[in-house]
């Protein structure tokens, strides 16, 4: 069965800086997505960055970016020029090809962006 | 485009009682899933709709939850009777036919059994 393990359960950084949360995760398959999802206090979930596993190009949206290593089976965000808006809930999540929208999620990690 | 829309945004119930979650889809997704969070966990996947046709329950806790898609437009997830532990954030999605990969999420029904 597939696991998804983020093992920091919060994290602060302040405002401009740079922060990466982590992500390991655990499976047999070689086909499979990656994702990272914000949920904020309004409590909707948004999709922030999503990576395919055959793609070894790491995938990147504004300032979002993964460090995407599919042998060590990692799969980190990283956040640059923090704002006070990325202040959330950040979930990594797991998706088989084979198990379409069957998701696989994380534990979570709460960040807060300081001014 | 409106999102997907879920309804209650809270509830508070006894346990023993019935409480059924709505969720609406964003218009034209055959694909409709449930997903919870139970307090501290993590976020469980529930059930898979296609269409009106349940795809994949597998994540169902037990037989005191029942899922419905009539239609194959909106879905509820009845709860009854509820019981403490199914307090919890009920979360959700919605993806377009073979779009799997790209789910929709709502803001989720925050249910508290007391």
């Known amino acids: 069965a597939q696991t998804v393990t983020q093992s920091q359960p919060e994290m602060s950084v302040q405002e401009a800086e740079t922060v990466t949360l982590s992500c390991t995760y655990d499976t047999s398959e070689s086909n499979y997505y990656l994702f990272w999802y914000k949920q904020p206090p309004s409590r909707q979930m948004i999709l922030v960055i999503r990576q395919e596993a055959y793609k070894q190009q790491n995938a990147t949206e504004n300032r979002f970016s993964v460090n995407f290593q599919k042998a060590a089976k990692s799969f980190s965000l990283k956040i640059s020029d923090s704002q006070l808006g990325d202040t959330a809930m950040y979930f990594c999540a797991f998706m088989n090809y084979n198990q379409g929208g069957k998701l696989i999620f994380g534990q979570g990690t709460e960040l807060s962006v300081k001014p | 485009e409106a999102g997907v829309t879920q309804f209650p945004s809270h509830s508070v119930i006894e346990k023993g009682q019935t409480v059924t979650l709505r969720c609406d889809p964003i218009?034209?997704?055959?694909?409709l899933y449930w997903y919870r969070r139970v307090m501290g966990k993590e976020i469980k996947f529930l059930l898979h709709f296609v269409k009106e046709s349940k795809q994949d329950e597998s994540g169902m806790p037990n037989n005191r939850f029942l899922a419905e898609r009539t239609g194959g437009t909106y879905s509820t997830l009845k709860v009854q009777p509820a019981e403490l532990e199914d307090s919890g954030v009920y979360f959700c999605?919605?993806?377009?036919?073979?779009?799997?990969?790209?789910?929709?999420f709502g803001s989720g029904t925050q249910l508290s059994v007391l």
């Open positions: 999605a919605s993806s377009p036919a073979g779009g799997d990969e790209k789910l929709f």
């Open positions: 218009s034209g997704h055959d694909n």
